[in-house]
């Protein structure tokens, strides 16, 4: 009849009316945490309900705002309130269903954080975990309440992208980062380098120093050698020449040895020396050439300078000539078009003569065409007679090329044969042809025409003339 509640339970004793403290109206039960009670066997009835933290596992597939799908993982750890209105809750909610008390809080969970995720970006999420929590706490606890359970701890313990977006932000920084990593590793080998051959450097410096040092002490001592040895036979040169010949290509041949162990002793010190005298010209050298080209440059500038100055000079001069060839253009358009006007007006006077001489021509030929047309006979009687000794000069020159001709008749013969020679087509009857054709230029086969422009009377034709020596 006495039961005692366990630290980590509570007794829920039903089977008659009982007033909760801390509730105004009765809930129907007993609630018993932490001490003894009284419990009527067959009138009432005892159940325990379990104050132990429980944990649930959250296992969610969300997707953000970019519509990036993520994992999150994640537990909560929950258990049901120490005041009676939540015991009452969970009593109501989970007494004969207590295992599957974590299945319903991971649902509640899920939905909140699908809803929350929605609305930010994975990089918030990567950024702001912190954040995550909290909203989703705030945004469950008021159904975590009606549950009558609270929340002890909620962690997001791991985000998972399936699509590999958080690996591909990660690049850039994990690049920079290997790309930093590698110039600390070159300079550092740099460095390590440089000292190395410094250091080479300096015991090749303390090699060549201590090698000249020990040639120079067995110089001396070859030196003192040699003239304790030549000190008897330069006392007795005469007696033992034969000696120092021997002697001297002894020295010859150990002169030569030596020769060759200063090649191999100092050839390597010395080519050192002369690269690095070799290095020190170039630096020398690229010296004078920057100094060279800042030269040339400053050169190149002045020479562009006095080209802008001597082009503006230029062009000023190009300006100038062109004026003066404008007002050449303009005074030798103005010599001409007065030259033009004089030339018109001579070439006009010229016309107007060459017209007037024209006229007149045209006159005399058409009065004399008038002439020919009125009286032609009288016309031709006059030209013929005017033109007689030509007529009679072009018919003796039939003549000329006989150098004897015999005659039967005699005088009477001699006029017959002058006649025929007038009359049967010879020179003087194209003679007297020409004469008829210039005093009637105009007259072609019978029809009126037109010379020069201007009109010609209609002639008759001339009828041919048939000369009689008897009558000239």
């Given amino acids: 009849m006495w039961r005692v509640a366990e630290p980590n339970e509570a007794l829920l004793i039903s089977g008659s009316r009982h007033r909760t403290e801390g509730i105004g109206e009765g809930l129907g039960f007993r609630i018993v945490t932490g001490r003894g009670t009284l419990v009527l066997p067959g009138v009432q009835a005892v159940r325990k309900l379990s104050l132990d933290l429980n944990a649930a596992d959250l296992a969610v597939e969300c997707v953000t705002q970019q519509g990036i799908p993520v994992h999150l993982r994640g537990v909560v750890i929950f258990k049901v309130g120490d005041d009676y209105i939540s015991i009452a809750n969970a009593a109501r909610r989970f007494l004969d269903q207590q295992t599957k008390m974590v299945d319903r809080v991971h649902n509640v969970f899920a939905g909140h954080l699908r809803s929350i995720v929605g609305g930010l970006t994975v990089e918030d999420l990567i950024r702001e975990r912190e954040k995550l929590t909290e909203q989703t706490r705030a945004s469950s606890g008021a159904e975590m309440e009606k549950l009558g359970l609270i929340i002890d701890s909620l962690q997001i313990q791991e985000i998972l992208d399936p699509t590999g977006y958080i690996e591909n932000l990660a690049r850039p920084h994990a690049a920079a980062v290997q790309r930093d990593a590698r110039i600390a590793q070159a300079l550092a080998d740099r460095m390590a380098t440089e000292a190395e051959q410094e250091a080479e450097a300096r015991k090749a410096e303390a090699t060549r120093d201590s090698w000249l040092?020990?040639?120079?002490?067995?110089?001396?001592?070859?030196?003192?050698?040699?003239?304790?040895?030549?000190?008897?036979?330069?006392?007795?040169?005469?007696?033992?020449?034969?000696?120092?010949?021997?002697?001297?290509?002894?020295?010859?041949?150990?002169?030569?040895?030596?020769?060759?162990?200063?090649?191999?002793?100092?050839?390597?010190?010395?080519?050192?020396?002369?690269?690095?005298?070799?290095?020190?010209?170039?630096?020398?050298?690229?010296?004078?050439?920057?100094?060279?080209?800042?030269?040339?440059?400053?050169?190149?500038?002045?020479?562009?300078?006095?080209?802008?100055?001597?082009?503006?000079?230029?062009?000023?001069?190009?300006?100038?000539?062109?004026?003066?060839?404008?007002?050449?253009?303009?005074?030798?358009?103005?010599?001409?078009?007065?030259?033009?006007?004089?030339?018109?007006?001579?070439?006009?006077?010229?016309?107007?003569?060459?017209?007037?001489?024209?006229?007149?021509?045209?006159?005399?030929?058409?009065?004399?065409?008038?002439?020919?047309?009125?009286?032609?006979?009288?016309?031709?009687?006059?030209?013929?007679?005017?033109?007689?000794?030509?007529?009679?000069?072009?018919?003796?020159?039939?003549?000329?090329?006989?150098?004897?001709?015999?005659?039967?008749?005699?005088?009477?013969?001699?006029?017959?044969?002058?006649?025929?020679?007038?009359?049967?087509?010879?020179?003087?009857?194209?003679?007297?042809?020409?004469?008829?054709?210039?005093?009637?230029?105009?007259?072609?086969?019978?029809?009126?025409?037109?010379?020069?422009?201007?009109?010609?009377?209609?002639?008759?034709?001339?009828?041919?003339?048939?000369?009689?020596?008897?009558?000239?």
């Fill in 213 to 472: 040092q020990r040639t120079g002490y067995q110089a001396e001592m070859d030196k003192a050698a040699a003239e304790s040895k030549q000190a008897g036979p330069l006392a007795d040169a005469a007696a033992r020449q034969q000696v120092i010949v021997q002697e001297t290509r002894a020295a010859e041949l150990e002169a030569q040895r030596r020769e060759q162990q200063l090649q191999v002793d100092v050839r390597k010190p010395a080519d050192a020396q002369a690269y690095e005298t070799r290095t020190v010209a170039e630096a020398k050298r690229d010296a004078r050439i920057s100094a060279a080209q800042a030269e040339a440059r400053e050169t190149e500038l002045q020479a562009a300078a006095e080209a802008t100055r001597v082009r503006a000079a230029a062009e000023a001069e190009a300006d100038a000539a062109k004026v003066r060839g404008l007002a050449q253009a303009e005074a030798t358009r103005a010599v001409g078009t007065a030259e033009a006007d004089a030339d018109q007006a001579r070439g006009m006077a010229a016309a107007e003569a060459a017209k007037a001489l024209g006229l007149a021509e045209a006159a005399a030929i058409k009065a004399r065409a008038e002439a020919l047309r009125d009286n032609q006979d009288a016309v031709i009687a006059q030209q013929l007679a005017e033109n007689w000794p030509e007529i009679v000069r072009a018919g003796a020159e039939a003549f000329g090329n006989v150098d004897h001709m015999v005659l039967l008749n005699g005088a009477d013969g001699m006029s017959d044969m002058f006649a025929k020679a007038l009359t049967m087509g010879g020179t003087g009857l194209g003679l007297a042809r020409q004469l008829l054709a210039s005093m009637n230029p105009a007259q072609e086969n019978g029809v009126a025409g037109q010379k020069n422009g201007t009109p010609v009377a209609p002639v008759a034709p001339v009828a041919p003339v048939r000369l009689d020596t008897e009558g000239a």
